[in-house]
């Protein structure tokens, strides 16, 4: 057990998830850990996510509201604005922390006071409570940062709409010192609905966005190997709107960084079988 004398700053955004946030402020009021705060960011919802969250009559929890939605980025730092704790961490509404997730990950900082965050393994949730025990990347829940070193770094980037999260885990890759726990402390739900799981007109031109501001942000640190795996899914997303030449030029571009990477040239293929049956009789006639 670790000495509780560090107050640790939970935030947690929110916008219409009233059937939901229930099941993440629960997941953080039974920690292990008890020298908490956390700090409720509700933007601008229109569902009873107020009446939800006061309904947990607890001191430690901060609930503040934005007059209108601002986005999940912003939410972000109005969350860091009012935190109190030496230690930050984040939980997205639909998600949840495992009871020793904090205490784990407090006592990991302390016993290597170099390092500036820890990281721990999570697992996915389907709808159906289907488990995937591993994920291949991390997720901004499964950090535990010192707010002095989460201050080095800058706040969340309000550009992004759905990608601010993977800006700030690359700042906190590229310039901070870290360390993993390889243990499961944090469960992350497929939520129908939510915002990385939309793929309408409009939510993929913002994720196209969103993955162009991340290469031109960091193009001269991120390896060609990663580049070449957000371009490639740049031309997915393309690919997805029908927009078949200009995806076939992002698996192109993604293949000619990775060419030891076979997968953009299927998409290539396949771009061009998908033109040709949209446009061939056309081209044919001319």
């Given at each position: ?10 935030i ?6 009233a059937n ?11 920690q292990?850990?008890k ?5 409720v960011?509700d933007?601008?919802?229109?569902d009873?996510?107020e009446?939800i969250v006061?309904?947990f ?14 986005g ?16 930050i961490?984040?939980?997205?509404s639909?998600?949840?922390f ?5 205490e784990?990950q ?10 500036d ?6 697992c ?31 706040n969340?980037?309000?550009n992004?709409?759905f990608?601010d ?14 360390d ?15 915002l990385?799981s ?7 031109i913002?994720?196209?966005n969103?993955?162009k ?12 190997s990663k ?16 927009n078949?030449l200009?995806?076939?030029?992002y698996?192109i571009?993604?293949y ?26 056309n081209?044919?006639?001319?």
């Amino acid at each position: 057990m670790v000495e509780k004398n560090s107050l640790v700053s939970i935030i947690i955004p929110t916008y219409n998830r009233a059937n939901l946030v229930q099941r993440a402020i629960k997941s953080v009021l039974t920690q292990t850990y008890k020298n908490i705060e956390i700090i409720v960011v509700d933007d601008g919802s229109e569902d009873n996510t107020e009446e939800i969250v006061r309904e947990f009559n607890d001191e430690r929890i901060k609930y503040i509201r934005n007059k209108e939605n601002k986005g999940v980025a912003a939410s972000r730092n109005i969350g860091l604005k009012f935190s109190k704790g030496k230690y930050i961490t984040f939980l997205d509404s639909d998600d949840e922390f495992l009871p020793e997730k904090i205490e784990k990950q407090v006592e990991f900082l302390k016993q290597r006071e170099e390092l500036d965050f820890v990281v721990c393994e999570g697992c996915r949730k389907n709808e159906n409570n289907e488990i995937k025990l591993r994920r291949k990347t991390y997720s901004l829940l499964q950090v535990l940062i010192k707010k002095d070193a989460f201050e080095k770094i800058g706040n969340f980037d309000e550009n992004f709409y759905f990608a601010d999260d993977t800006d700030i885990l690359i700042r906190m890759m590229y310039f901070l010192k870290y360390d993993k726990i390889n243990e499961i402390l944090v469960i992350i739900h497929n939520t129908p609905g939510s915002l990385s799981s939309k793929e309408d007109f409009s939510s993929l031109i913002k994720k196209i966005n969103d993955k162009k501001l991340i290469v031109k942000k960091y193009k001269n640190l991120l390896t060609s190997s990663k580049i070449s795996h957000y371009y490639y899914s740049i031309g997915k997303d393309y690919l997805k709107l029908k927009n078949y030449l200009i995806a076939c030029k992002y698996f192109i571009k993604s293949y000619i960084l990775n060419p030891f990477n076979f997968e953009p040239i299927w998409k290539i293929l396949r771009c061009f079988i998908f033109w040709f049956f949209k446009n061939g009789k056309n081209f044919i006639c001319k």
